[in-house]
């Protein structure tokens, strides 16, 4: 059974409304990154970067990598 807006959470309807929002962008723009090739080496880092996280390693601090001003 489908809820009505008066029955959904906040969250629910911001949810719904950010998939609204951005399901009309991709029709009125299209994907711009479709056609597009992913290279090897961003392909390898983005895996290794998943694997990182649901190893529970979150990267390095930002105080490490952070420059100072």
Same mark, same amino acid.
């Given at each position: &059974?489908?809820?009505?807006v008066a029955e959904m959470t906040t !969250?629910?309807?911001?949810? &719904?409304?950010?998939?609204?929002?951005?399901?009309?962008l991709v029709e009125l723009f299209g994907?711009?990154?479709?056609?597009?090739?992913? #290279?090897?080496?961003? #392909?390898?880092?983005?895996? #290794?970067? !998943? !694997?990182?996280?649901?190893?529970?390693? !979150?990267?390095? *601090?930002?105080?490490?990598?952070?420059?100072? *001003?």
């Open positions: &059974m489908e809820k009505t !969250r629910e309807l911001r949810e &719904m409304m950010e998939d609204l929002v951005e399901e009309k994907d711009p990154d479709q056609g597009l090739e992913l #290279r090897d080496s961003l #392909r390898e880092r983005l895996l #290794r970067q !998943r !694997r990182d996280v649901e190893a529970g390693e !979150r990267g390095e *601090a930002l105080d490490d990598t952070a420059v100072p *001003a």
